[in-house]
């Protein structure tokens, strides 16, 4: 069971965040593909159960590999993310960038353990000139790739794309280098015909998979009632021992802020236009007469469709995406008029356009930005409470 | 073979060039020339390997590309393309000296001495001067153009058209391949029987994995910016009553919209799971897309359509990385500092201190805010 346990953890980790080593403890792997098969659904308590080093557990872990290959669909998303990049890829997911597991207690303290705050605003000016010089790159980058894109436009063979990628059109100059690019790329086309085969023999796995249910449930092996025993502990309870659980209350807490001040603010607003509407109503004849109402319902028509961006808030998610995308330069056309020359697929590969992305960027972006705001104020009130403390001193602020 | 004369030459400019520019190349460029890519076994190559030293000990740089790519970069200390994306290190030499021709290195040779004065401008990038960068190496067309100007003519190398080309139709194939009848039914009789194991009496089945409350709250984390939008967006003194009324109208929309996202959350914050089996410090959540595994199985396409959305773009994508930066590092300073000046007692010098604090939690380090004394006059 040690293998299954580490093959578990390394495919696992592939999906939750890509870094692992081989020396990292069996303990540690243990702990993971048991918060990670928590994370994805995976109710067994026997799992839960298994002792810590590894040492059994085979057969559960059977089954829970084969809860993954349904449930976040293990082998697409490990395919997918392994892929081949032929493109000039970016991802559109505005979620937190993973910090890498620094070590905790950086050295920088002084002799007695102080650190001068100056050197804090200098680390702090520091920062800021990286991502200054990052954005000036990042435009250079745009410069040139929208170069390349424009100008090799009509030489690809996949017309759905169009142009080069940079990696393509360096092939040009530089075809003996094609050796590497090519060996993977024949490589994943075998893994994705090994992946057809499972296809084929999938029928047979998921039958063998209720025979091993059917011979836990001979030996006694369901679980025991729980009701009692297992006590729901509801999650802020829970968020002293995970990070992720802390981190996401966290969130939900300030999401709940934040939508609670603003119904606030926007009950206010109504309310004040709606008692100046019915007074404008009461005293003007031809809003009471049923000529109105037609424009009233014109009206009403009119905001459904201007809401109708809004109801996406509130469905359940469309597939987000937070793989990475193939840039590709296109043309704002409606009438899409594809050739598909020699590519078999006929159908156009999922777009999206970077117009939506840059909207969403842009209302991620506001949320951040209050939410720092948020903190800021905090600070200040903090710090203003502070300064009244002094004596002689005030404090005015910029 | 070229002369030695001319080698020497060739060195001792290399080494002028390196020297006077210190640039390091840390950033990839990949200046493109025009098709006759074959053609271009650079004969010089082989002995500028020996000659050239670049800063990181590749020596394999041809001096022609190198002192093209640094001039450039001098030219243009701005414009460090960050091509980081693309595959890693296309600065390999132009490999083989056999295809060397006398022409090659007379051309090269006659070539070098513009050299410093040419920027990299292959791309028609930043300088003016006529791109001759494409012409290094070329034994027979000199100026065979620029990308610009034979781009769409291009053509990839067979070997790789072909090994795309299956590359994709296999995608194409797993993409569209279902998962069998039978086996979906087998599958789906499996999956309810483990849920079945796990008796959760007062919790109806269709729970949400935290994987997907998760994700849901990714969802919702937008409606308040979204709602502020619209709202901020309806004007303070509509013009005509049709106005007014569809004002009032698209308030109310708002409202209710608003409810069902609290509503929505409240679910979520109900669903949330109770039993945190076991924790590792590794937690970090899974970014893959929810939903139907097919659909992961094709590299989706982000269009633009102009340069100035290509940038914006990435502008953005920073701005929020940025801020997200920003926000965790302002709740570390908080916790680290405003103990510090709410524990001790207010001394004599700490009024740079207080000053820097205040500057860096209240005003991102930008600004400071003043400290007075307050004297009156007694």
Redesign the interface.
């Known amino acids: 069971s040690l293998d299954f346990w580490k093959l578990l953890y390394v495919l696992l980790k592939q999906i939750h965040g890509g870094k692992w080593t081989e020396s990292d403890a069996i303990g540690a792997q243990v702990r993971f593909v048991k918060w990670a098969l928590w994370y994805h659904g995976y109710g067994r308590p026997q799992l839960q159960r298994l002792p810590a080093n590894g040492s059994a557990g085979s057969r559960e872990l059977l089954l829970a590999f084969s809860w993954l290959l349904h449930c976040p669909g293990l082998l697409e998303q490990l395919l997918a993310r392994n892929r081949v990049q032929t493109g000039d890829q970016t991802s559109v997911c505005t979620c937190e960038d993973d910090l890498p597991e620094s070590q905790e207690g950086t050295s920088e303290a002084g002799p007695e353990g102080r650190v001068d705050v100056r050197y804090l605003q200098w680390l702090h000016g520091r920062l800021r000139l990286q991502w200054c010089s990052l954005h000036a790159q990042h435009q250079e980058q745009s410069k040139l790739l929208h170069k390349i894109h424009l100008f090799t436009r009509g030489s690809h063979m996949d017309q759905n794309l169009g142009h080069f990628s940079v990696t393509e059109a360096d092939l040009i100059r530089h075809p003996e280098n094609c050796k590497q690019l090519l060996q993977l790329l024949e490589s994943e086309t075998t893994q994705l015909e090994a992946f057809l085969e499972w296809k084929q023999l999938e029928p047979v796995y998921w039958q063998w998979m209720e025979t091993v249910l059917d011979d836990m449930a001979e030996e006694g092996n369901t679980c025991e009632s729980q009701g009692a025993d297992v006590e729901k502990r509801r999650l802020p309870e829970v968020t002293s021992c995970c990070p992720w659980a802390a981190k996401l209350a966290g969130q939900m807490d300030r999401l709940s802020r934040d939508l609670l001040a603003l119904q606030e603010q926007l009950h206010q607003l109504v309310a004040q236009r709606k008692a100046a509407w019915w007074e404008k109503v009461a005293t003007r004849e031809e809003l009471q007469k049923e000529r109105f109402s037609a424009t009233a319902r014109k009206a009403q028509e009119s905001i459904e469709l201007k809401l109708r961006g809004l109801t996406s808030l509130c469905a359940p998610q469309k597939t987000r995406m937070h793989g990475l995308c193939r840039l590709v330069l296109r043309n704002k056309q409606p009438a899409s008029k594809m050739a598909f020359g020699q590519c078999v697929s006929k159908e156009a590969a999922a777009a999206v356009s970077a117009a939506e992305v840059i909207r969403e960027l842009q209302l991620r972006e506001a949320s951040l930005q209050r939410e720092l705001q948020q903190l800021q104020q905090q600070c200040r009130t903090r710090l203003d409470g502070i300064a009244e403390g002094l004596e002689g001193v005030i404090c005015i602020s910029p | 073979r070229p002369s030695p004369k001319e080698l020497e030459e060739l060195e001792l400019l290399n080494r002028a060039l390196e020297k006077a520019l210190k640039v390091r190349k840390s950033?990839l460029?990949?200046p493109?020339?025009a098709?006759g890519?074959?053609g271009q076994k650079w004969a010089a190559g082989k002995i500028s390997s020996k000659g050239v030293t670049s800063k990181q000990g590749r020596s394999h740089r041809t001096a022609t590309g190198a002192s093209a790519r640094e001039v450039s970069a001098a030219a243009e200390p701005?414009?460090?393309?960050?091509?980081?994306?693309?595959?890693p290190n296309?600065q390999?030499s132009f490999?083989?000296g056999d295809s060397a021709t006398v022409k090659n290195s007379t051309v090269a040779g006659k070539q070098l001495p513009d050299a410093g004065k040419k920027s990299c401008g292959f791309?028609?990038?930043s300088s003016k001067k006529e791109d001759t960068a494409g012409a290094w190496g070329r034994s027979t067309s000199p100026g065979t153009g620029t990308?610009?100007e034979k781009?769409?003519?291009?053509?990839?190398?067979l070997?790789?058209?072909k090994?795309?080309?299956?590359?994709?139709?296999?995608?194409?194939?797993?993409r569209l391949?279902q998962?069998?009848a039978?086996?979906a039914a087998?599958?789906t009789?499996?999956?309810e029987?483990?849920?079945t194991?796990?008796?959760?009496?007062?919790r109806h089945r269709l729970t949400?994995?935290?994987?997907?409350?998760?994700?849901?709250?990714?969802?919702?984390?937008?409606?308040?910016?979204?709602?502020?939008?619209?709202?901020e967006a309806e004007p303070a003194d509509p013009p005509t009553?049709?106005r007014?009324?569809?004002?009032?109208?698209?308030?109310?929309?708002?409202?209710s919209?608003?409810?069902?996202?609290?509503q929505?959350?409240q679910l979520?914050?109900e669903d949330?799971?109770?039993?945190?089996?076991?924790?590792?410090?590794?937690?970090?959540?899974?970014?893959?897309?929810?939903?139907?595994?097919?659909?992961?199985?094709?590299?989706?396409?982000?269009?633009?359509?102009s340069?100035q959305?290509?940038?914006?773009?990435?502008?953005?994508?920073?701005?929020?990385?940025?801020?997200?930066?920003?926000?965790?590092?302002?709740?570390v300073?908080?916790a680290e500092?405003?103990p510090v000046?709410?524990a001790r007692p207010?001394l004599e010098g700490s009024?740079g201190?207080?000053r820097?604090?205040?500057?860096?939690?209240?005003?991102?380090?930008r600004?400071?805010?003043?400290?007075?004394?307050?004297?009156l006059l007694d």
Not at chain 2, 151 to 157: A, D, E, I, R, T
Not at chain 2, 163 to 174: G, I, K
Not at chain 2, 210 to 221: K, S, V
Not at chain 2, 257 to 262: D, E, G, R
């Open positions: 950033i460029e990949t493109l020339e098709q890519a074959r701005q414009e460090t393309p960050g091509l980081s994306e693309s595959t296309e390999q490999s083989g791309l028609g990038e990308l610009q781009g769409c003519q291009l053509k990839l190398p070997p790789y058209r090994a795309y080309s299956r590359n994709s139709r296999a995608w194409e194939r797993c391949c998962t069998s039978d086996a087998a599958r009789r499996f999956m029987r483990i849920q194991t796990v008796s959760f009496p007062s949400p994995s935290p994987a997907e409350i998760e994700e849901e709250l990714r969802g919702l984390q937008d409606a308040p910016s979204c709602l502020r939008q619209y709202m009553l049709q007014e009324y569809e004002s009032l109208l698209t308030l109310e929309g708002l409202q919209t608003m409810s069902q996202c609290l929505k959350l979520l914050q949330c799971p109770g039993d945190v089996g076991s924790c590792s410090p590794a937690c970090v959540p899974a970014r893959g897309q929810m939903g139907d595994s097919a659909d992961m199985l094709a590299v989706p396409l982000l269009c633009y359509s340069l959305e290509l940038r914006d773009l990435f502008a953005l994508k920073l701005r929020v990385s940025v801020l997200h930066q920003e926000i965790a590092l302002q709740k300073m908080m500092l405003l000046l709410e207010w009024a201190l207080f820097a604090i205040h500057s860096q939690l209240c005003e991102g380090g600004r400071f805010p003043v400290l007075v004394r307050d004297e």
